[in-house]
T-cell receptor, first 118, second 112 residues
Framework: AQKITQTQPGMFVQEKEAVTLDCTYD???????LFWYKQPSSGEMIFLIY??????QNATEGRYSLNFQKARKSANLVISASQLGDSAMYFC???????????????FGQGTILTVHP | NAGVTQTPKFRILKIGQSMTLQCAQD?????MYWYRQDPGMGLKLIYY???????DKGEVPNGYNVSRSTTEDFPLRLELAAPSQTSVYFC???????????FGNGTRLTVT
């Protein structure tokens, strides 16, 4: 079974609108972490936001927020007020288990290509 | 502050050749990782290290070797290159087992 599933190969959004990128995960470990990374066309991997499984509040970082629904095992990324520079590939990733045993290893989804139209 | 530095940026290898992808970080991170990214796909873990002298296999280790003699450096060795190893290789590091990974800019490798 896939550990991380991103069902949207591509998404389009109009500049200044909000967009949600979907991510579902599969783990039986009560301790885990969920990450979102951005990969622009230049290729580098940029960390955006993190949500721990025990965090009570949804994570937010500027225009990025994470809609964490633990019972549904989903961790969707919400980008508000989209900008042209948000056009990129977006990856959801999971650290399964506490840091002391997972050693920070991440499992990545296949990614969603976001295109922002002017 | 350079972060994670990978060299070379690009490389073309012939089948059967060998090479070492270099990775260095200046953040004093104990944890380091090698991932590969095939076209249109997510990243897959090749090897990781939790400190100097300690390495372990990830999801796709076949055809690769690593060493970690210092905290700063984590080279990835390809022996007998095969076309299936054509990929973009990313090195990453993290401060702790729960911290975000910091990635290098990647090495694009083509094996023909």
């Amino acid at each position: 079974a896939q550990k991380i599933t991103q069902t949207q190969p591509g998404m389009f959004v109009q500049e200044k609108e909000a967009v949600t990128l979907d991510c579902t995960y599969d783990t039986s470990d009560p301790s885990y972490g969920l990450f979102w990374y951005k990969q622009p066309s230049s290729g580098e991997m940029i960390f955006l936001i993190y949500q721990g499984s025990y965090d009570q509040q949804n994570a937010t970082e500027g225009r990025y927020s994470l809609n964490f629904q633990k019972a549904r095992k989903s961790a969707n990324l919400v980008i508000s007020a989209s900008q042209l520079g948000d056009s990129a590939m977006y990856f959801c990733a999971m650290r399964e288990g506490p840091g002391g045993t997972s050693y920070g290893k991440l499992t990545f989804g296949q990614g969603t290509i976001l295109t922002v139209h002017p | 502050n350079a972060g994670v530095t990978q060299t070379p940026k690009f490389r073309i290898l012939k089948i059967g050749q060998s090479m070492t992808l270099q990775c260095a970080q200046d953040m004093n991170h104990n944890y380091m990782y090698w991932y590969r990214q095939d076209p249109g796909m997510g990243l897959k873990l090749i090897y990781y290290s939790v400190g100097a002298g300690i390495t372990d296999k990830g999801e796709v280790p076949n055809g690769y070797n690593v060493s970690r003699s210092t905290t700063e450096d984590f080279p990835l060795r390809l022996e007998l290159a095969a076309p299936s190893q054509t990929s973009v290789y990313f090195c990453a590091s993290s401060r702790t087992g729960v911290s975000p990974l910091h990635f290098g800019n990647g090495t694009r490798l083509t094996v023909t």
